[in-house]
């Protein structure tokens, strides 16, 4: 949880003494006010309202109370507001300061079939789970990450099968692996023969054949390695990996059927569970399991150790996630607390994306363009720097840019992505948010150190005064609806009030140079902090 002089929730304490409001009644307000009161439920007449919150709000903070229609404002003293974030960033070295909860939470991410480079369309899944990850982290739980490899499906066998068919006296590369998957693949819907071989293998696969299991794994595990290295370019390194073809070696998926045989139903030889006027099925005919009858054991597997389990999926598992939800509720002996984070879609201009179809832009892809660009940009900006300060530089901006133009969208909404949006590097951006960030070093390094709070700040002093103090709530929020977009528009809006105090307050030279040099190392540690939460690379200079 977070720890610091909560201001809203002071109000919603004394007011709620005067007149019974709930605690959502009172908002943050970037138009009228520090805090906003909504007046319209309640039976007094507005001015009679105004004026007993008034009379009997007195508190040392509030520098002004004011009515507007069915609203109450409350305005906050700036220096009580900068006193808040002061203390918290001396004492503590953040702000907001946090204790640590003893919940433990397992944030499940990526995930993503292990049969080709990761692309555009999953790197949306990496960054929102990694992303809630360092905010989960960041508001005090115990958290880690975990990727569920998918070494049980037709398409990991079509993998394996494919580079038998069609590499087989070759290295096991990530490029003969995908070029196998994307032949057989074409072959599979001429040739029967070969769908045919592939349900053996599966069968053969389900019954345990050790060998068969470990062949299928290293096929996969060549894969992986190539997927972990492309996240590493963004900074997302996954804490654990656990392989679904564990829970077939160790009888997790048998004791689930058996948990559940009082529950399962027939059709043929097929068992099924029935919910509603569905048939989720979790086993074939001939005995072997489905997906979902794995995922279950998965899901009892995670509760062992954890009381709080986030899944980051694609809009397209929601039926699938909906199912689960109700099995492990209604069936089965579990107790922990399920939140599942749907995502929409990344596309390209000209369609889907395909792994096996061979239509994809692949992170590296994505990365080595956006490295590309920015080395341009820098040299023409910065011709004085040398070879290695250009690298770090367009490292930097590359890995950045590419985690806020994709987490900076609400995840429910889908994206079309586009190389002139990813390449931008003015306004709304990555880049925008470190400019500001080496604006600010440079500034501090040509001042002294000072620790000054004053009762007297103009307006553009007190927006970002404002912008700091709120940072808890947008974090709370954050975690609140698990939407890492929150942090990212939070960071942008932080930066523009900056920007604005930066143009029209004088700073080094300026009698009044010793509060604003104050107000810049605070914004400098929200920066950091915040940027951290989404990924964002900062660097002193750009």
């Not at 001429?190 to 299928?216: H, P, Q």
Request: charged share 30%; aromatic share 12%; proline share 2%.
């Amino acid at each position: 949880m977070l720890l610091f002089d909560d201001y809203k929730k002071i109000l919603y304490e004394k007011i709620n003494k005067i007149y019974k409001i709930n605690e959502n009644d009172i908002e943050i307000n970037n138009n009228y006010g520090d805090f906003t009161l909504k007046i319209f439920k309640l039976k007094d007449k507005p001015d009679i309202i105004y004026k007993n919150i008034k009379d009997k709000l007195n508190d040392k903070f509030i520098d002004k109370i004011e009515l507007n229609g069915n609203y109450v404002n409350f305005f906050i003293k700036p220096s009580s507001m900068i006193k808040t974030v002061n203390d918290s960033i001396h004492t503590f070295g953040k702000y907001p300061n946090t204790f640590q909860d003893t919940s433990r939470v397992l944030i499940e991410h990526t995930s993503s079939n292990p049969t080709g480079p990761i692309h555009v369309g999953r790197i949306r899944n990496s960054i929102i789970g990694d992303s809630v990850f360092r905010i989960i982290n960041r508001y005090g739980y115990r958290s880690c990450t975990q990727y569920f490899v998918n070494d049980s499906g037709k398409q990991v066998i079509a993998l394996y099968l494919g580079h038998i068919m069609y590499h087989k006296d070759e290295e096991l590369t990530v490029e003969n692996l995908l070029d196998g998957y994307q032949k057989i693949y074409n072959e599979r819907e001429k040739n029967s023969g070969i769908n045919k071989e592939i349900e053996a293998l599966a069968e053969k696969y389900e019954r345990g054949d050790k060998e068969l299991i470990n062949n299928i794994q290293n096929t996969a595990s060549v894969v992986l390695e190539s997927i972990k290295k492309s996240l590493k370019k963004l900074d997302i390194v996954i804490s654990t990996y656990v392989w679904e073809s564990n829970f077939i070696l160790y009888g997790d998926v048998y004791n689930v059927l058996n948990e559940l045989s009082d529950y399962l139903q027939s059709e043929g030889t097929a068992k099924y569970i029935e919910i509603g006027d569905k048939k989720i099925f979790l086993t074939r005919d001939n005995g072997t399991s489905l997906y979902p009858a794995r995922d279950i054991a998965y899901h009892l597997f995670k509760a062992e150790n954890f009381d709080w389990l986030i899944d980051v999926l694609g809009e397209d598992h929601k039926d699938h996630a909906k199912n689960l939800d109700y099995i492990l509720s209604n069936y089965l002996d579990f107790n922990a607390r399920v939140s599942y984070l749907f995502y929409g879609f990344v596309s390209l201009e000209s369609g889907k994306m395909s792994t096996r179809k061979g239509r994809i832009v692949t992170l590296d892809d994505l990365y080595d363009k956006t490295v590309e660009e920015s080395i341009k940009i820098i040299k023409e900006k910065r011709p004085e720097y040398d070879g290695k300060k250009i690298e770090e530089i367009s490292n930097g901006i590359a890995s950045s840019s590419i985690r806020y133009n994709i987490v900076k969208v609400n995840a429910n909404k889908p994206l079309t992505f586009k190389w002139s949006e990813a390449l931008n590097f003015e306004g709304d951006s990555a880049p925008y948010i470190m400019y500001s960030y080496a604006r600010s070093c440079s500034i501090l390094s040509k001042s002294g150190d000072y620790d000054e709070i004053s009762n007297d700040y103009n307006e553009h002093e007190k927006k970002l005064i404002k912008a700091m103090y709120t940072y808890p709530y947008y974090l709370k929020n954050s975690v609140d609806y698990l939407r890492p977009d929150i942090i990212a528009n939070y960071l942008l809006n932080l930066v523009k009030s900056f920007n604005e105090f930066y143009l029209n307050c004088t700073i080094i030279g300026d009698p009044e140079m010793k509060k604003r040099i104050t107000l810049l190392k605070l914004y400098k540690k929200i920066l950091e902090d915040a940027s951290n939460l989404i990924g964002i690379k900062l660097l002193n200079s750009i």
